[in-house]
């Protein structure tokens, strides 16, 4: 994590530095951890430690830990299952409603075809790379781009701090290698492919279970004996 300076908005950069190292593993599941070792690590009191301390345990990344202070919490499987039957249903909301609106303006599916293929491209580049921590980032840019294609605001917002849950559970397990990333590229272009050619129906189910599949697999992995036996080791 990094030191924070500037006085200005304090505790939402002391909360942003905890999410994000919670979100890739710096901070893992199960994890202890104090507000007086964060703020020597931040550089900050131990006030805004605690301010971010409540929201994050409001959104389920921290919880108490008895007297040793606060963990991060541990991934959860039906909870993970959970989360995913809600962006299931929004993500296929969203490929459905940017394929309607596609249909109807050539200039806005030309200028939306051209992003999303460049997405895609980038996605496929960075898997050859093996950049696994690049991976989540170009997967989470390619479902945003669908949201902000739906032309409805509320779908982004909504999905937002599911995507931190998620971003968490994929990092934990980015060992892993069950479910090939080349194939998560493939349903991607699909998705993307039944937009431009205005087939809502299609989109939105090619969504769905895009997402559907990857809760299986998140959950698969979270519950194996592999998994189990990396987290004792960590």
Request: hydrophobic letters at 40%; glycine letters at 6%; aromatic letters at 6%.
């Amino acid at each position: 994590m990094y030191k924070i300076d500037a006085p200005a908005q304090l505790i939402e950069q002391v909360y942003d530095a905890i999410l994000d190292a919670i979100c890739s593993g710096t901070l893992a599941p199960n994890e202890k951890i104090t507000q007086e070792g964060l703020a020597e690590q931040l550089g900050v009191s131990r006030q805004p430690i605690l301010q971010a301390f409540q929201l994050l345990k409001r959104q389920g990344f921290i919880e108490d830990a008895g007297r040793k202070g606060v963990m991060v919490t541990p991934l959860d499987p039906k909870k993970l299952m959970q989360l995913y039957q809600v962006r299931s249903v929004l993500d296929g909301l969203a490929a459905r409603e940017a394929a309607e609106r596609w249909k109807q303006d050539g200039d806005e599916r030309s200028a939306g075809e051209r992003e999303g293929r460049a997405l895609i491209a980038a996605g496929r580049n960075v898997s050859d790379m093996g950049d696994l921590s690049a991976r989540i980032v170009a997967d989470m840019n390619f479902h945003q781009f669908i949201y902000r294609s739906c032309g409805n605001p509320m779908v982004g917002e909504t999905t937002a701090i599911h995507w931190h849950h998620i971003r968490r559970a994929m990092g934990a397990i980015l060992s892993s290698d069950v479910r090939s990333h080349i194939s998560v590229w493939d349903e991607h272009e699909a998705i993307l492919q039944a937009i431009i050619d205005g087939r809502a129906a299609v989109a939105d189910k090619l969504a769905r279970q895009h997402a559907e599949s990857a809760a299986e697999h998140l959950a698969r992995v979270l519950t194996s004996e592999e998994y189990a036996s990396k987290r004792k080791q960590a």
